[in-house]
């Protein structure tokens, strides 16, 4: 799953690479695993491999793409309501 999640990330950064793609890359990562940092320190909920902060070492790559796709949704969705001629 790793290598997979880092290819995605690698092929999604190099196919629609702009310059504020890699800080939407890093604010996902940062947020969304400081969010299970603190999830599995309280006890919400547990990984059955945790690999360091107990958390598996794919989250961070994980919120990374997801930082990017929402980045590339939303500017999707803006251009189609507020920028596109409507019939």
């Known amino acids: 799953i790793l290598l997979i999640l880092i290819i995605l990330l690698i092929l999604n950064i190099l196919k629609f690479h702009r310059p504020a793609d890699l800080f939407f890359v890093l604010i996902g990562a940062i947020l969304g695993t400081t969010l299970e940092i603190v999830s599995t320190a309280s006890g ?4 059955a491999n945790p690999t360091i902060l107990n958390i598996p070492i794919f989250i ?3 919120y990374g793409i997801i930082g990017i796709t929402i980045r590339k ?3 999707i969705l ?3 309501f ?3 001629k409507k019939i």
Do not use: E, M
Request: aromatic residues 24%; charged residues 0%.
């Open 82 to 84: 507020f920028n596109s």
């Open 44 to 47: 919400t909920w547990t990984y």
């Open 60 to 62: 961070p790559i994980g």
């Open 78 to 80: 803006i251009n189609y």
């Open 73 to 75: 949704l939303s500017a």
